[in-house]
């Protein structure tokens, strides 16, 4: 399968756009607030990417999770670098650790988003005549 490069940037545009508005908005949120926040992040940041990419199930999915999955990891970068200079050395691996952990669950939202996206494109698609005219 191919990777769609153009939906996965897009897709992790989106969802980091959405990221720092909710964090402007929602800081010291409580945490099921947050964790519903995250979820519903990674779901549309997900269709975005699926929904651009097109093609099957699989794919959306694939590429749903590929764009939340890579948005996490230059997140976590920024986060354990930020945490290594204000915090110290200690901090930076637990928050480099703990987040590589993380990383299977912010796909999950992305993947679904990725198959919800990737569907309904296929659904908006006009199927192409076959056979002869009459």
């Keep these: 399968m191919e990777i769609n490069w153009t939906a996965v940037i897009t897709g992790f545009v989106v969802t980091l756009a959405l990221g720092f508005i909710s964090g402007l908005i929602y800081v010291g949120s ?3 607030v947050v964790l519903l926040y995250w979820g519903a992040i ?8 699926g929904y651009l990419a097109g093609g099957t199930i699989s794919s959306g999915a ?4 590929i764009a939340t999955v890579f948005g996490s990891l230059v ?3 920024l986060a ?3 945490t290594l200079l204000f915090a110290g050395l200690v901090a930076s691996f637990s928050m480099l650790v703990l987040g590589l952990l ?16 990737s569907w309904a494109k296929h659904r ?3 199927p192409e005549p076959s056979g002869t005219r009459a």
Excluded: K, N, Q
């Excluded at 990674?42 to 990417?49: E, I, N, R």
């Design 30 to 32: 409580e945490a099921s």
């Design 42 to 49: 990674g779901l549309l940041g997900g269709l975005t990417a």
């Design 62 to 65: 694939t590429h749903g999770g």
């Design 75 to 77: 997140l976590l970068a």
């Design 80 to 82: 354990t670098f930020t």
């Design 102 to 117: 993380m990383l299977a669950f912010y796909a999950i939202p992305g993947a679904l988003g990725g198959v919800v996206g």
């Design 124 to 126: 908006r698609v006009a």
